[in-house]
């Protein structure tokens, strides 16, 4: 398979973490992964995003010309669909043959996720924002220190991934190790996109507190019915295609950079 930036960012993921775009991010069944190499996992999820993020026609005419969906394409998609407004009137700047590199709109759709998150955790009532970190530290093993509520909140108000580079591990989770607070940062990030698009999100390992067969637990779903119906992305996600591509194009961007802080 010939290697661009997005089979790049994929091959620098571990399996789990492949596991969790591809069942969580891409709702592939959980057996599709089983026993699967990482280069067979990589494939799958390149595959997978890459065909959700084009029109099947379009898709159709690509395989016959064994050609694949520009990963900038597909960033593009993901960019104007989390613009304010998500219209044709709305949408992002970026075209396909423009001079701006793949790179430049990764980091503006971290941005506008990070917007989107902190307009929704401000509409959550008191009580459902309890509920959202009690369902994180459901996930989470007993080995693992609680989250608290006030470090949600000052990620969330920070940026769920850039506020992690600004925030020392101490007075981030009240934990020590950097390690751990981009492994806790991550559990979080994928509650978030799970609870902003109304999905369940499986996390198939964390830090090495053992493997979470679903990131949104009891407590978590229960949750969810009353959040999905507040502004966020799930407002932006309608129809099948960007149900998936922008839940798991949002994590893979999230996931490289903590890689990188850790």
């Known amino acids: 398979?010939?290697?661009?930036?997005?089979?790049?960012?994929?091959?620098?993921?571990?399996?789990?973490?492949?596991?969790?775009?591809?069942?969580?991010?891409?709702?592939?069944?959980?057996?599709?992964?089983?026993?699967?190499?990482?280069?067979?996992?990589?494939?799958?999820?390149?595959?997978?995003?890459?065909?959700?993020?084009?029109?099947?026609?379009?898709?159709?005419?690509?395989?016959?010309?064994?050609?694949?969906?520009?990963?900038?394409?597909?960033?593009?998609d993901v960019a104007d669909r989390l613009a304010p407004g998500a219209t044709p009137l709305s949408w992002t700047q970026y075209r396909l043959g423009d001079s701006h590199q793949e790179e430049d709109i990764e980091?503006?759709?971290?941005?506008?996720?990070?917007?989107?998150?902190?307009?929704?955790?401000?509409?959550?009532?008191?009580?459902?924002?309890?509920?959202?970190?009690?369902?994180?530290?459901?996930?989470?093993?007993?080995?693992?220190?609680?989250i608290k509520r006030q470090a949600v909140e000052n990620l969330i108000q920070a940026g769920l991934v850039t506020g992690?580079?600004?925030?020392?591990?101490?007075?981030?989770?009240?934990?020590?190790?950097?390690?751990?607070?981009?492994?806790?940062?991550?559990?979080?990030l994928v509650q978030t996109v799970g609870w902003m698009a109304g999905i369940k999100i499986a996390v198939f390992g964390v830090g090495g507190y053992g493997t979470f067969g679903g990131a949104v637990t009891a407590t978590g779903v229960t949750a969810i019915g009353a959040v999905v119906a507040l502004p966020g992305l799930v407002l932006l996600v309608d129809g099948p295609a960007y149900r998936k591509t922008v839940p798991t194009t949002i994590m893979l961007l999230a996931k490289t950079r903590l890689d990188n802080l850790t």
């Open 1 to 76: 398979m010939p290697s661009d930036l997005l089979t790049t960012r994929l091959d620098s993921l571990d399996d789990n973490d492949l596991k969790s775009l591809i069942v969580g991010g891409l709702r592939l069944r959980e057996s599709r992964v089983n026993g699967l190499t990482h280069t067979e996992l990589v494939e799958l999820c390149d595959r997978e995003l890459r065909s959700a993020a084009g029109f099947s026609s379009t898709n159709l005419i690509r395989r016959k010309r064994n050609q694949k969906l520009p990963y900038k394409q597909l960033l593009i």
């Open 164 to 188: 992690l580079s600004k925030v020392a591990a101490g007075g981030l989770l009240g934990v020590a190790g950097v390690s751990l607070v981009g492994q806790m940062g991550w559990l979080i």
């Open 107 to 146: 980091n503006h759709v971290l941005a506008l996720f990070e917007e989107r998150a902190r307009k929704w955790w401000g509409k959550l009532s008191d009580r459902k924002r309890a509920g959202f970190v009690d369902g994180i530290n459901a996930v989470k093993e007993g080995a693992a220190p609680l």
